[in-house]
């Protein structure tokens, strides 16, 4: 009788590991369906039996040449890098150029995936990028970020843009806004047609937005995010002697949480007259628009629109200044003194990305 009840046993286990094995795999099947009737195909396979995502960016790395591209990207590194038991290898040899907005969005993603599967990532290839790809990843802190190997630092051309270390975090943070404030200041060579204290509270604002609104607890994006979190850098192009701030946030976008503004009512009087589509306004674009024009006109908000109104004051103040936002399916430029530009993507951004553009007031004997 003890020997039938050790094979008795000895079958329940088998059964009880098959049976476990069965479950995975059926898991593991539906999520390769997923993924190829979204990619078109089937998850590459490396030694060992695992699933590994074989992604490789985009030559033109960049949202204003290549948008749709570049978001296909992310949309599939976000499908695979924050599923379970998955191998996943970023490429980014193929990468020619690469834009300091794109970067900073690049970074904020692997931090991402860093930060929530607790894992360090390694650094494949580095000697076969790009020098150029490889100097804007260094500068912009994405290996730090990473926790990977620190990169010497490298020369870029004369005429390519400077990044400045990117900074992240989940609370507004004047003392991160003043840093941004001062390395942009170093790595430029003249002064800033606002001031510098005007910088800051609008990158203030715009960490406020992030934290206080990009990520409400009772709506989803579709993918795992880090509660309240927020990534700045910043750039200096010598050719148009021109400063960026850029801010990113990865929550469900300003067209997703404006309805809950209390300005609500009367950005859709600005836009009555556009289609609805299942009683939404499709026009991202010309939704933000819409609130940022009615923030700067309004008083008593709930901050929302009147944190982005206070941005583009600042900019506005600068005869050449440029206020790009993108959110949601929309991107929406301002330029100082001229109309604004509205574009509406097929692919939604991810987040929210607001890049502040200023000139410098005077030269100071530096690149040019």
Not at 61 to 85: C, K, M, P, T, W
Not at 187 to 204: P, T, Y
Not at 326 to 348: A, C, K, W
Request: proline share 4%.
């Amino acid at each position: 009788m003890k020997h039938l009840d050790t094979i008795r046993r000895k079958w329940l286990l088998t059964h009880a590991k098959f049976e476990a094995a069965r479950r995975l795999s059926e898991k593991q099947r539906r999520a390769e369906r997923k993924f190829k009737e979204r990619f078109g195909q089937r998850p590459k396979r490396v030694s060992g039996g695992r699933k590994q995502e074989h992604l490789v960016a985009p030559a033109n790395f960049s949202l204003a040449g290549n948008y749709d591209e570049v978001i296909e990207f992310f949309e599939h590194f976000r499908l695979a890098a924050l599923q379970e038991g998955r191998s996943v290898y970023v490429d980014l040899n193929k990468i020619e150029h690469i834009t300091p907005a794109a970067t900073l969005m690049l970074a904020a993603e692997l931090d991402r995936w860093r930060r929530l599967k607790r894992i360090r990532l390694r650094i494949r290839d580095r000697d076969t990028m790009q020098p150029s790809v490889l100097w804007s990843l260094a500068q912009v802190g994405f290996f730090n970020i990473l926790r990977a190997m620190n990169l010497p630092r490298l020369d870029g051309d004369d005429g390519e843009p400077r990044i400045i270390r990117c900074i992240s975090g989940n609370k507004s943070d004047l003392e991160a806004a003043s840093k941004i404030s001062e390395e942009l200041t170093d790595i430029s060579d003249g002064e800033l047609a606002v001031s510098e204290l005007e910088l800051n509270d609008a990158i203030v604002e715009a960490m406020t937005n992030a934290v206080q609104h990009a990520y409400p607890d009772d709506m989803a994006s579709g993918t795992e995010w880090l509660q309240g979190e927020w990534w700045v850098s910043g750039s200096w192009v010598p050719q148009e002697r021109r400063l960026n701030v850029l801010i990113y946030d990865q929550g469900v976008g300003i067209p997703a949480t404006l309805p809950r503004s209390e300005m609500w009512e009367k950005v859709r009087g600005r836009l009555a007259g556009l289609p609805l589509v299942d009683g939404l306004f499709s026009d991202h674009a010309k939704l933000i628009g819409a609130a940022v024009e009615e923030g700067r006109t309004s008083v008593n908000t709930d901050g929302r629109g009147l944190g982005l109104a206070e941005i583009a004051n600042l900019v506005f103040a600068d005869p050449k200044g440029r206020l790009r936002i993108l959110s949601g399916h929309g991107e929406t430029i301002f330029h100082s003194g001229q109309s604004v530009q509205y574009l509406n993507h097929s692919r939604p951004l991810g987040g929210t990305l607001i890049q502040i553009s200023l000139t410098l007031s005077q030269q100071s004997g530096g690149t040019s």
